[in-house]
């Protein structure tokens, strides 16, 4: 029945049911949940602790009170969590507001200094989006860069707020029961649940069948090999019989049939190979002999390791067919982590570049400078045109985000590592455009353009000279110079791939 977000009608009720309790709390602390741009603030009020949800975008915006508790592990933690707590903590709510008509709103703050600040939440759109502002309307962070025209929303600037919605009287009832913000709250909670299941469920199965197949595989292949091993003497016995008799064969002969040693009233046939001279043919047989008796004891370690691997796998498989809810599913999870099978959930503070094999085939002899995005992401940067052409266009994957400075500078080229299926926030974009600034003919100037795009759209054409590269889809961000992030990012410096 609800399926989109709050409409502009929900929303002003909600706020109508909002207002009282805000004006009456102070923030307690903040958190962001990890792989959103929600934001969390955990309120002190005289009836107690509540936390106040907001989702900026999609089928799941809305600002409401909530019930529901999240695990720490759900927090994503970094820069941006540890400056929005240092602005907020202990400010007092002082109202809110809405624009006639409009799915956006304003929570006002004052600070313990007695400084004034604004929250502006817009709940339109894919994604949406919050912004802090200080008492000039000037923004001092944002859930993330959004791609508008005629707005600039970027740190620093003035905040805008959107033009007018189109149709804003033709808007709906209000779908949801009073008390409308506990009736939101519990919806929407059902919402993400659901949302969340299906895709941990989608998630899990792959993650389990992919192990099982593989387990299943080795077995096999060391299955197939064991058996291999009981044919040791036989091996050697062909190999004896063609250096006994096949000198004797014609040159182009095809096989060769021998007395069977065990059986005087019998023969054998041995395939033979025109191509080689029977002293190979015999050494090659001889060799697989060595190197299957070499073997042996090995394969059977290994299988059985992995078959001890397999069962847990298989257990998993009978517990994830009866998992039927969020915190069961979590649970699997973990224990799936703790089996080796899926990278364990880790805060962006204790996140460093996870190994890569193909990675590091690509990267192999190119001493590429690393570090570390305040999510965890690696970051490559190209130190020649040579490492600039490969970072470009053999390296970077297509999910990966792709950055240079802009403005006619000559820079580095500069990549995001990026997992399947994850964005960058904004916090790593700037971390990257920092990169990009710093290692390049700007790195002097006090601010500049950066622009970047997905890994896909980056092409290298024929001819063109070495470090050059053709774009599509690109956006820009403008870097300003941030000491403090510059050297956290040269700080993470990968050994001795750092500048």
């Known amino acids: 029945m609800h399926s989109s977000g709050l409409s502009a009608t929900e929303l002003s009720e909600v706020l109508a049911e909002l207002g009282p309790v805000l004006r009456q709390a102070t923030v307690r602390d903040i958190a962001r949940l990890d792989g959103k741009d929600d934001l969390l603030f ?41 400056r929005l707590r240092q602005r907020l903590l202990g400010c007092a709510f002082e109202g809110v507001s809405q624009p006639q008509g409009e799915k956006s709103c304003g929570l006002t703050l004052i600070d313990p200094e007695g400084n004034h600040l604004a929250l502006q939440i817009e709940l339109f759109g894919a994604r949406g989006l919050w912004c802090l502002v200080d ?20 740190p620093g600037a003035r905040y805008v707020a959107p033009p007018p919605r189109e149709g804003a009287a033709e808007d709906p009832p209000s779908r949801f029961a009073q008390p409308v913000a506990a009736a939101v709250d519990a919806w929407f909670t059902d919402f993400d649940r659901e949302q969340e299941v299906t895709r941990l469920r989608k998630n899990l199965t792959g993650v389990i069948d992919r192990a099982a197949r593989k387990l299943q595989h080795k077995i096999d292949g060391l299955a197939r090999q064991r058996k291999e091993i009981h044919r040791i003497p036989e091996i050697r016995q062909q190999a004896d019989m063609l250096l006994a008799y096949g000198f004797s064969q014609a040159t182009g002969a095809t ?73 069961s599913l979590l649970g699997l999870q973990d224990r799936l ?128 000279p070495p470090g050059s590269v053709t774009t599509t889809g690109t956006k820009t961000v403008l870097v300003a110079r941030e000491e403090d992030r510059l050297r956290r990012l040269l700080d993470s410096a990968d050994g001795g791939h750092g500048p």
């Open 255 to 327: 096989s060769l049939t021998v007395p069977d040693p065990n059986d005087p009233d019998h023969t054998l046939t041995y395939p033979l190979d025109p191509s080689q001279s029977i002293q190979a043919q015999a050494d090659k047989l001889y060799k697989r002999a060595r190197k299957l008796t070499d073997g042996a004891e090995i394969a059977v370690e290994r299988q059985a390791k992995a078959e001890a691997a397999l069962e847990p796998v298989i257990r998993c498989r009978e517990e994830f067919d009866a998992c039927d809810d969020l915190d």
């Open 337 to 464: 982590a703790t089996l080796g099978l899926i990278q364990a959930t880790r805060s962006a503070k204790t996140t460093g570049p996870v190994k890569d094999r193909k990675l590091q085939k690509a990267t192999k002899g190119y001493n590429f400078r690393r570090f570390t995005s305040s999510e965890g992401y690696l970051i490559l940067v190209g130190r020649t045109n040579r490492e600039n052409d490969r970072l470009s266009v053999a390296v970077a994957r297509g999910n990966d985000l792709w950055f240079h400075v802009g403005q006619g500078y000559a820079g580095s080229h500069v990549v995001i590592r990026l997992p399947r299926g994850k964005t960058a926030s904004l916090e790593s974009l700037l971390d990257a455009g920092t990169l990009a600034h710093y290692f390049s003919k700007a790195r002097n100037a006090p601010r500049c353009e950066v622009i970047y795009t997905q890994a896909k759209n980056v092409r290298k054409p024929k001819g063109v």
């Open 42 to 82: 955990f309120l002190d009020t005289p009836d107690g602790h509540r936390a106040l949800h907001i989702v900026t975008g999609g089928r799941r915006a809305r600002i409401t009170l909530t019930k529901r508790r999240f695990h720490k592990r759900e927090f994503l933690t970094g820069p941006l969590v540890d």
């Open 135 to 154: 008492e000039h309307g000037d923004i001092l962070e944002l859930s993330r860069l959004p791609n508008v025209t005629g707005r600039e929303i970027r």
